[in-house]
């Protein structure tokens, strides 16, 4: 049976500010998202019965399989299509797990993207993304990927200009930060400031990549340094080797600072995970760069 190779990169958050809680329990947010490229990889092959079959390279990240994004995603791809055949799929994981950085989304993203190809469905990306919010807001710009600003509760898309090429360092320190517990402690109405999420727009659309860097922020931050104060020390040690600026992602813990230099990237990367190590903290340090 046929087999198909892909790559599911991870997102960061150039800005992200929260605007107000909804009566459903939701959160409406302002956000600028872009894709970075740092990946997993998966492998899809067709069964000749309707079995979904999920193997993954590191065990403790499969869990429960029944509520794995990958698995709930081939499931609602062959529900929704009359889909007959199985799918066996391979995961080898390399963005960093719980981490702020939508890992499980993605995946589930190029699992729908892949199946589209594989059983020949000829659905649009648009398409796609319609149904993807069911598992979650952030699947579907995973599907579309690239640079674009997220409204809503982060469904609602409007594609941007790619930023400026540069580098990213991306630190994910060892702890686990649950979205819910974040967004339950997230005060709205004790912030003074929030992001410039029209300034950053603007920025992007004219290729200015200090006045992008300028105007990342991030409004949780508010609440996951407070718990975690690792976080504001990898952010410092960043801005003291060479960052233009550097910011938490998502909910968390994961922080990423931009360089124009690969020199200095990579540099500023030896130097946190060094730093790190001498003080017991064994983290996930990545150097990598946007992907549009």
């Known amino acids: 049976m046929e087999k198909r190779n892909y790559r599911a990169r991870a997102k960061i958050n150039l800005a992200l500010d929260v605007c107000r809680r909804l009566e459903n329990g939701y959160h409406e947010v302002k956000m600028v998202m872009q894709t970075v490229d740092l990946y997993d990889e998966l492998e899809f092959k067709m069964r000749n019965d309707p079995d979904i079959i999920l193997s993954v390279s590191s065990k403790d990240y499969l869990g ?60 649009s990306k648009e398409q796609l993304m319609e149904i993807a919010v069911r598992l979650g807001a952030d699947i579907p710009f995973c ?86 104060p690792i976080i504001t020390d990898i952010r410092k040690m960043m801005l003291g080797n060479g960052a233009m600026n550097a910011v938490m992602s998502g909910s968390g813990p994961s922080i990423f600072g931009v360089y124009t230099e690969e020199d200095t990237a990579r540099a500023a990367a030896v130097y946190v995970d060094q730093t790190l190590k001498t003080k017991g903290i064994d983290a996930q340090v990545n150097v990598t760069g946007f992907y549009n």
């Open 64 to 123: 429960d399989l029944e509520n794995n994004l990958i698995f709930r995603a081939a499931k609602l791809m062959k529900q929704q299509y009359n889909i007959q055949h199985g799918v066996e799929i391979k995961l080898k994981k390399n963005i960093p797990v719980a981490a702020g950085m939508a890992g499980g989304s993605t995946d589930a993203a190029v699992t729908m993207l892949a199946m589209n190809e594989l059983y020949e469905l000829g659905l």
């Open 143 to 228: 599907i579309m990927g690239g640079t674009a600003l997220a409204e809503g509760i982060g469904e609602k898309l409007s594609p941007l200009p790619a930023p400026p090429k540069a580098l990213l360092l991306i630190v994910k320190p060892p702890i686990m930060v649950p979205t819910q517990w974040v967004y339950e402690h997230l005060q709205l109405d004790t912030i003074g400031h929030h992001p410039d999420i029209d300034g950053m727009v603007d920025a992007l659309k004219q290729g200015d990549l200090k006045g992008i860097t300028d105007r990342m922020e991030n409004v949780m931050e508010t609440v996951t340094e407070k718990k975690h």
